[in-house]
C-alpha cells in the first residue's frame, strides 16, 4: 500500500536534508513545494514570477496555484508507490485539500513525522545554508560542508545562498510558520498520525528516529 508521509517542521528545521536522505533509504518520491517553485522561477514561467516575488519576502504563494502544482506533481507514475511531502501542507486549507486529494487516490496520509528545533538553532542553520544550483543539495557552513568551498560535492555546480535566508526574512518566516503552519501540528495530532521527532541533533540521528516512524 502507498504510504503519503508528511514532514512537518519550522523552515530549518531539516526537512529538505532529510527528505532527500529518506527517498534514498525508502524508495518513496520526494515531493518539496519550495523546490517546484525554485524550477518555475528558474524557468521564468508565469508561476515562477509571480512565486519568486512572494519567496523572496518570506510569503506564501496562493492557496490555489500552490494545490494545484502538487495535483499534478502527485498524478506521475514515480508517486505510485507513496511520496515524503515536504513544506506541504503548509496551513489547513492545503491541509484538507490533501486529504481530498489522497481519498480520490483511494489513500490517506499516513504518518505525520514533526521535526522540532529551538528557533536560535534554525536561525543559525538557515544563516549558513548553502545550496547546489544544479542538484539542490543542501549544505552548511558548519555542520555539513562541501569538501571545496563554493562547490557541490555531488556534481562539481556552483553553490548560492537563497535570497530568503536572510536572517530578517528568516524571522518572518518563522513568525508566518507560526501563524499559518502551526496548526497543522493540532490538526494532525487530533488524527492520531503526529510523530514528535527531537531534530536538534545530527543528521544521521535524526534520520534513524525518522526510519524508525516510517517502518512503524
Ligand atoms: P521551502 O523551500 O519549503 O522552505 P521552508 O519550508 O522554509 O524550509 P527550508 O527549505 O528553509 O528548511 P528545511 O526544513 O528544508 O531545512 P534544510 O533541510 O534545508 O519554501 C520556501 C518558500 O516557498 C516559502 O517561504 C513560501 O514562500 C513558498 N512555499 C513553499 N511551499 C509552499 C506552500 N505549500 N504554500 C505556499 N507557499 C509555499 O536545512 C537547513 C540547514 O540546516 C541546511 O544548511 C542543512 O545542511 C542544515 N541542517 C539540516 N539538518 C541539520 C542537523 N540535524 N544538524 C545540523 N544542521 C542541519
Known amino acids: 500500500m502507498a504510504k503519503y508521509v508528511v514532514l512537518l517542521g519550522s523552515p530549518g528545521a531539516g526537512k529538505g536534508t532529510q527528505a532527500d536522505i529518506l527517498t534514498k533509504e525508502t524508495g518513496l518520491a520526494h515531493i518539496s513545494t519550495g523546490d517546484l517553485f525554485r524550477e518555475h522561477i528558474a524557468q521564468k514561467t508565469e508561476l515562477g514570477i509571480l512565486a519568486q516575488s512572494l519567496m523572496d519576502k518570506g510569503e506564501f504563494v496562493p492557496d490555489d496555484l500552490t494545490i494545484a502544482m502538487v495535483k499534478e506533481r502527485i498524478s506521475r507514475a514515480d ?38 528545533v529551538p528557533e536560535d538553532v534554525l536561525i543559525q542553520r538557515l544563516s549558513g545554508r548553502w545550496t547546489c544550483r544544479n542538484s539542490g543539495h543542501v549544505y552548511h557552513t558548519m555542520f ?3 569538501e571545496k568551498e563554493g562547490i557541490c560535492d555531488l556534481c562539481g555546480a556552483e553553490l548560492y545562498q537563497r535570497v530568503d535566508d536572510t536572517v530578517e526574512t528568516v524571522k518572518k518566516r518563522l513568525r508566518i510558520y507560526m501563524e499559518r503552519t502551526s496548526p497543522l501540528i493540532d490538526y494532525y495530532r487530533k488524527q492520531g498520525k503526529l510523530v514528535e521527532i527531537e531534530g536538534d541533533q545530527p543528521i544521521d540521528s535524526v534520520t534513524k528516529d525518522l526510519l524508525a516512524t516510517l517502518k512503524k
Not at 96 to 112: E, P
Open 79 to 116: 508517486c505510485e508507490q507513496g511520496v515524503i511531502l515536504d513544506g506541504f501542507p503548509r496551513n489547513p486549507v492545503q491541509a484538507d485539500a490533501t486529504k481530498l486529494m489522497l481519498n480520490a487516490m483511494g489513500s490517506s496520509v499516513s504518518v505525520v513525522p514533526y521535526i522540532i
Open 144 to 146: 555539513s560542508p562541501p
